[in-house]
């Protein structure tokens, strides 16, 4: 897996648009870009996916840079339910989760 | 479909006895994957296999955890000693194809607590 570098915490308000940014730089060229998220005490969860282009999903949107080296994954309408570990993983073969980003999103 | 299942949820034991991990994936997906989560080293991936066969355990830490999937509705993770240090949640997950162009479904994850 390629490293990557997040935040280690950001807040956002609920109602606005949260950007999440993740830095890849040493991606390959057959190495996915994936996001989850992990509730408290609970398993993480999928959000989305994407290699080159831009995808959108019911959750979220994933925007690539057009060099691969970083990404950022956009949750439009943030809910207090959206507070999570939100982690960004470069991958072609294993999924190795690293340290992620705590969202807090605040009322 | 109920998603991936895990027992026990919880489970406390004493150093040295034996614990077993049952995991049931979603029906139809042909990878399981087992990872362990603590707070020094985050969420690490112990073992994964195809269609029921051991892929790559390079993350196992050592010879006291063993791994088996008898079949597609079930796999078990097994650590005998037990040894405080593996105390963590045990997450299993399951995934209908490979990494890059899948999602994983991950369980709700089994907590261990070793004495």
């Known amino acids: 897996d390629a490293k990557t570098t997040q935040p280690p915490s950001m807040d956002c308000a609920e109602g606005r648009a949260a950007n999440l940014p993740c830095n890849h730089s040493?991606?390959?060229?057959?190495?996915?870009v994936y996001w989850y998220r992990q509730i408290h005490s609970q398993g993480p969860q999928y959000i989305i996916h994407?290699?080159?282009n831009n995808e959108t999903n019911e959750m979220a949107s994933l925007i690539i840079t057009e060099d691969r080296k970083s990404s950022t994954l956009i949750l439009p309408h943030a809910t207090l339910r959206d507070t999570a570990v939100y982690y960004c993983?470069?991958?072609?073969?294993?999924?190795?989760f690293g340290a992620g980003t705590t969202v807090t999103v605040r009322a | 479909d109920a998603g991936v299942i895990q027992s026990p949820r919880h489970e406390v034991t004493e150093m040295g006895q034996e614990v077993t991990l049952r995991c049931k994936p979603i029906?139809?997906?042909?990878?399981l994957f087992w990872y362990r989560q603590t707070m020094m080293r985050g969420l690490e991936l112990l073992i994964y296999?195809?269609?029921?066969?051991?892929?790559?355990d390079s993350g196992m830490p050592e010879d006291r955890f063993s791994a088996k999937m008898p079949n597609a509705s079930f796999s078990t993770l097994k650590i005998q000693p037990s040894e405080p240090r593996d105390s963590a949640v045990y997450f299993c997950?399951?995934?209908?194809?490979?990494?890059?162009?899948?999602?994983?479904?991950f369980g709700e994850g089994s907590r261990l607590t070793v004495l």
């Open positions: 997950a399951s995934s209908l194809s490979s990494y890059n162009t899948g999602e994983l479904f």
């Open positions: 029906s139809g997906h042909d990878y």
């Open positions: 296999f195809n269609n029921n066969v051991p892929i790559d």
């Open positions: 994407g290699l080159k």
């Open positions: 993983i470069a991958s072609y073969y294993k999924l190795s």
């Open positions: 040493t991606i390959s060229g057959n190495e996915y």
